[in-house]
C-alpha cells in the first residue's frame, strides 16, 4: 500500500523567510500529487496539484512545489512567508488504480511564522 | 458553485450513546463522498467512500458506520460511542480530481 511521509511535523519561520516542506511517498506507479493547506478555524482547501505535465507546479498565494519522480518527492516552497502562512500543511498522494479511495494523506506539519 | 455542509460543528456525547453526523454536498450531481477522521499528528484518516447513492466502501474496522441515502447525502453514524471515537471528522466530496471538503465536526465523546 503507499505511504506519504512528512517529516517535518513542526516548522517555525520568520517573516520573509524561506519555506520548504518535505514530502516523499512510497508508490512505483502513476501517481496525483497534492497539496492541502488548513488555516486556523478554516476548511482544508486545496493549495495546488500536480496531475502530469510541467514538474513545477505553481498553486496559491505564491506557493510552489516540485514532482521530482526519482525521488519520490513533492516538496512544498515559497521564497518569502508571511505571518498569514501559519497553517497546517498536508500531503497527499492519489495512486490510479480506478478507485475512488485511493488517495492518502501525510500526517501533516504545521507552519507558524513569526511576526 | 459546489458547496458542501457538515452539521454539526461541534458536539458532545456521552459513552455508549449513538452517533449521527451529517454531510451535504450542493451543486453537483453523483460526486464520490469520503469521511475522514484528522486526528493531530497524524493526517486525514479515510474511514469511509461511497461512489453512489446506497454504496459505501470502509476503509478501517471501527465502531463507526456510514450510509448514502441520496446522491448528495452521506452520514456517518455509531450505535454506542466510545471515548476513542473523540476527534475532527471530515467529509469530502469529489468528481474525480481533488477532494473538497467541508468545515468538519467536533466530537467529544466523555
Known amino acids: 500500500a503507499q505511504s506519504v511521509s512528512q517529516h517535518n511535523h513542526h516548522v517555525i519561520l520568520s517573516e520573509a523567510a524561506s519555506l520548504e516542506l518535505g514530502c516523499n511517498y512510497s508508490?512505483?506507479?502513476?501517481?496525483?500529487l497534492f497539496w492541502y493547506v488548513q488555516y486556523p478555524g478554516q476548511h482544508l482547501q486545496l493549495l495546488l496539484k500536480?496531475?502530469?505535465?510541467?514538474?513545477l507546479v505553481k498553486g496559491i498565494k505564491g506557493f510552489e512545489a516540485e514532482f521530482i519522480k526519482s525521488k519520490f518527492s513533492f516538496n512544498l516552497r515559497k521564497p518569502s512567508v508571511q505571518w498569514s502562512d501559519t497553517a497546517e500543511y498536508f500531503c497527499?498522494?492519489?495512486?490510479?488504480?480506478?478507485?475512488?479511495?485511493?488517495?492518502?494523506f501525510g500526517s501533516g506539519t504545521q507552519l507558524t511564522v513569526l511576526p | 458553485s459546489q458547496t458542501i455542509h457538515q452539521w454539526p460543528a461541534t458536539l458532545v456525547q456521552p459513552v455508549g450513546s449513538p452517533l449521527s453526523l451529517e454531510c451535504t454536498v450542493e451543486?453537483?450531481?453523483?460526486?464520490?463522498l469520503y469521511w475522514y477522521r484528522q486526528a493531530a499528528g497524524r493526517g486525514l484518516q479515510l474511514l469511509f467512500y461511497?461512489?453512489?447513492?446506497?454504496?459505501i466502501s470502509s476503509e478501517v474496522p471501527q465502531n463507526l458506520s456510514a450510509s448514502r441515502p441520496q446522491d448528495r447525502q452521506f452520514i456517518l453514524s455509531s450505535k454506542k460511542l466510545l471515548l476513542s471515537d473523540s476527534g475532527f471528522y471530515l467529509c469530502?466530496?469529489?468528481?474525480?480530481?481533488?477532494?473538497?471538503f467541508g468545515p468538519g465536526t467536533r466530537l467529544t465523546v466523555l
Open positions: 500536480y496531475f502530469s505535465g510541467d514538474p
Open positions: 508508490y512505483g506507479g502513476t501517481v496525483n
Open positions: 451543486g453537483t450531481s453523483n460526486p464520490n
Open positions: 461511497s461512489v453512489g447513492i446506497g454504496q
Open positions: 469530502a466530496w469529489s468528481s474525480g480530481g481533488e477532494q473538497f
Open positions: 497527499a498522494v492519489r495512486t490510479w488504480a480506478g478507485s475512488a479511495r485511493q488517495l492518502t
